[in-house]
């Protein structure tokens, strides 16, 4: 059994900084790729940005410099620096990853629980 547990979402005004952890817990053998999204209500899902478990990063053309996706494979936890918040980037976050629990288990992907995140002006 695989856990993803997010964390470090709050409340902070436009300009203010947060830093969101998503810890992936239980059977792991391999974390591959792994994604932060965030959905507001009544809008699909939209992928933030997402690391390889290589490094390789990509990020939405919305984050425009703002945020940085790491991760640490030791702990296997991916964090979500994101600086420079606007009203606009309220929403739930979600983390996505694409995890191996066993040497003969095929990739499958997890979602965490979410955690929320209000900008306020």
């Known amino acids: 059994q695989v856990q993803l547990v997010e964390s470090g979402g709050g409340l902070v005004q436009a300009g203010g900084s947060l830093r969101l952890s998503c810890a992936a817990s239980g059977r792991i053998f391999s974390m591959n790729t792994v994604g932060w999204y965030r959905q507001v209500p009544g809008k699909q899902r939209e992928l933030v940005a997402a690391i390889t478990s290589g490094g390789s990063v990509r990020y939405a053309d919305f984050v425009n410099d703002r945020f940085t996706i790491s991760r640490d494979n030791a702990k296997n936890t991916v964090y979500l620096q994101m600086n420079i918040l606007k009203p606009e980037d309220t929403a739930v976050y979600y983390c996505?990853?694409?995890?191996?629990?066993?040497?003969?288990?095929?990739?499958?992907?997890?979602w965490g629980q979410g955690t929320q995140v209000t900008v306020s002006s």
């Open positions: 996505n990853a694409n995890i191996r629990s066993t040497i003969r288990d095929a990739f499958d992907d997890y």
